[in-house]
């Protein structure tokens, strides 16, 4: 079992450029979340998926979007991205409460 | 809107010291969570607590959840350096899975 998998795992964008985060997991997990992590401020939840074809704004939503195609994978989109999008994200799974990341992705936006 | 606040923002102890964070809340939750994210890591989850004045042990790491379920703590006794990281408080709003993270608390463990 690979558990969550995220792809890339660094990325180096210019202002305005576009890009898609892909998150995968092998658990049969219903359960799907991104998050971003600046210094000094904890996690923060993105979106939010509660199953497949399913998707919910979290606490930080603006400037994303995300799909649910499949149970395994949750995409997390930039369409516009922005300096202040300079940040390192995770995904996580999880079955009931019990969440499991992904190893991250650094994300520079110049 | 809902949040949780920790103290302390970090928290350097000689090997073999107590700790402890805390986790507090304004509003009751119906949970609590508790992650581990070592340098350059990514969070672990540890335990969930729901029950008010719940008690849980994992060898020398204690977990409670207050009385009026407005705060929690981790409580490590001894530490080691292997205990090094951040410990992050979270909770999910009541019957959703929107997760709300704390600041987290920084531990170092000097040898």
């Known amino acids: 079992n690979a558990g969550v998998t995220q792809t890339p795992k660094f990325r180096v964008l210019k202002t305005g450029q576009s890009m898609t985060l892909l998150c995968a997991q092998d658990m049969n997990h219903e359960y799907m979340y991104w998050y971003r992590q600046d210094p000094g401020m904890g996690l923060r939840l993105i979106h939010y998926?509660?199953?497949?074809?399913?998707?919910a704004k979290g606490e930080v939503p603006d400037g994303y979007n995300v799909s649910r195609l499949k149970k395994q994978n949750f995409l997390l989109g930039l369409e516009s991205a922005a300096p202040s999008q300079t940040s390192v994200y995770f995904c996580?799974?999880?079955?009931?409460?019990?969440?499991?990341f992904g190893p991250g992705t650094r994300l520079t936006v110049l | 809107g809902q949040q949780v606040m920790q103290i302390p923002q970090y928290q350097h102890v000689q090997e073999g010291e107590d700790f402890t964070t805390y986790c507090n809340s304004s509003t009751t939750l119906s949970n609590i969570q508790w992650y581990k994210q070592r340098p350059g890591g990514h969070p672990v989850f540890l335990i969930q607590?729901?029950?008010?004045?719940e008690v849980k042990k994992q060898k020398r790491l204690t977990f409670q959840f207050g009385e009026a379920k407005k705060n929690s703590s981790l409580h490590i006794t001894a530490t080691q350096t292997t205990d090094v990281g951040t410990y992050f408080c979270a909770f999910a709003f009541s019957g959703t899975y929107k997760y709300i993270f704390g600041t987290g608390t920084r531990l170092k463990v000097l040898a």
């Open positions: 607590l729901v029950k008010s004045g």
């Open positions: 996580a799974s999880s079955y009931l409460y019990e969440q499991f």
């Open positions: 998926s509660v199953g497949e074809g399913t998707t």
